[in-house]
């Protein structure tokens, strides 16, 4: 029955990568996450499109807040970098000021205005726009293969879930994308509704990740699935990290690269091939294997002064293809 179940699982995951763009002429499908670009000035959704057109990626996971607008969400106070600023600070307990205190308090009220807001508006989206935007990248030669909206959170309704599946199916992605919550209960929920809507649901770790992370997740539901993130993973000083991906490739939808120190070096994000990841080795181990999961490129160091986050997640893609071209 362990083996039937286990080729029934791999067998979806492949079908769900069948539905996907094909691999880039690298041997592998290079993506990008669309969080690289939060830096930028400007993160409406047709901006986006065109930093991702600039950085010569073909493939992308798109976060929410790069797609929703476009369907007509409601504008988050998070939208603005010094409002954002302020209430990250806030999250980490650090010290605000008596003026960032008092502003803090007034963009919880807002943020709280806004929550109300996006609910009455799923209630009645219209999926058509999602489908519009899908067809405005292909149009433009990229495909959408994963989506992370902010809706598969333990206090989210099913109803919340299923309008974020169903937003990443108009928009050709085959699998969503959230944070392991480290909660049995909930991995199960999550992958009886991923199941009941035709969508894989990919849980993405940090510095928690270990070689068995996943395996409830993966025991509950043919539905739920790995976004290993393999700079954390290398962080964690996990031992022989290679061997995540050969023992369960079949069960990865996608893959989050960075380079990243160990914890013992310091833990820092840095450029690409500066850092202890051994990018070239995953890179050839997925191209050799013929391992279909897209490797999505997620830009975390600091840039550059005189650059932006456009040319350093061009500079990483540049990287990968002088290690993969022919």
């Known amino acids: 029955m362990k083996q039937l179940y286990a080729i029934a699982k791999a067998l979806l995951v492949v079908l769900a990568s069948c539905t996907s763009a094909p691999s880039d002429d ?21 901006a986006i499109l065109d930093y991702i057109k600039a950085t010569g990626i073909k493939h992308v996971e798109l976060m929410g807040n790069h797609a929703e607008p476009f369907a007509g969400a409601p504008t988050s106070p998070m939208d603005d970098p010094a409002k954002r600023a302020i209430l990250i600070k806030q999250w980490r307990q650090q010290e605000l000021t008596e003026e960032e205190a008092e502003l803090a308090v007034l963009l919880r009220a807002e943020v709280a205005q806004f929550s109300a807001a996006m609910a009455q508006w799923r209630s009645e989206v219209d999926y058509s726009k999602f489908e519009e935007l899908r067809d405005l990248y292909a149009a433009n030669g990229i495909s959408i293969y994963a989506f992370k909206p902010s809706v598969f959170g333990k206090d989210n309704t099913d109803d919340d879930i299923r309008y974020g599946m169903r937003a990443a199916k108009a928009l050709g992605a085959n699998h969503v994308t959230v944070e392991h919550p480290e909660d049995d209960e909930h991995t199960a929920r999550l992958g009886k509704i991923a199941e009941e809507e035709g969508i894989l649901m990919a849980y993405h770790g940090h510095m928690q990740q270990t070689p068995t992370l996943w395996d409830t997740a993966l025991t509950q539901s043919n539905s739920n699935s790995m976004n290993l993130d393999f700079g954390h993973y290398i962080a964690a000083e996990n031992e022989n990290p290679l061997q995540i991906i050969k023992d ?30 051994p990018i070239a ?4 181990l997925i191209r050799d294997n013929g391992y279909t999961f897209p490797i999505t490129v997620e830009l975390e160091y600091e840039i550059p002064e005189g650059s932006d986050a456009v040319q350093e997640v061009k500079r990483s893609y540049e990287y990968i293809k002088n290690i993969l071209k022919p």
């Open 281 to 284: 080795e995953v890179l050839t």
């Open 26 to 46: 690298l041997g592998v499908t290079i993506g990008v996450q669309t969080y690289s670009f939060r830096t930028q000035d400007d993160e409406s959704p047709l």
């Open 248 to 277: 369960k490739h079949a069960s990865i939808s996608s893959m989050h690269l960075k380079d990243r120190q160990k914890q013992s070096n310091g833990g820092g994000n840095l450029m690409w091939g500066t850092g202890d990841t």
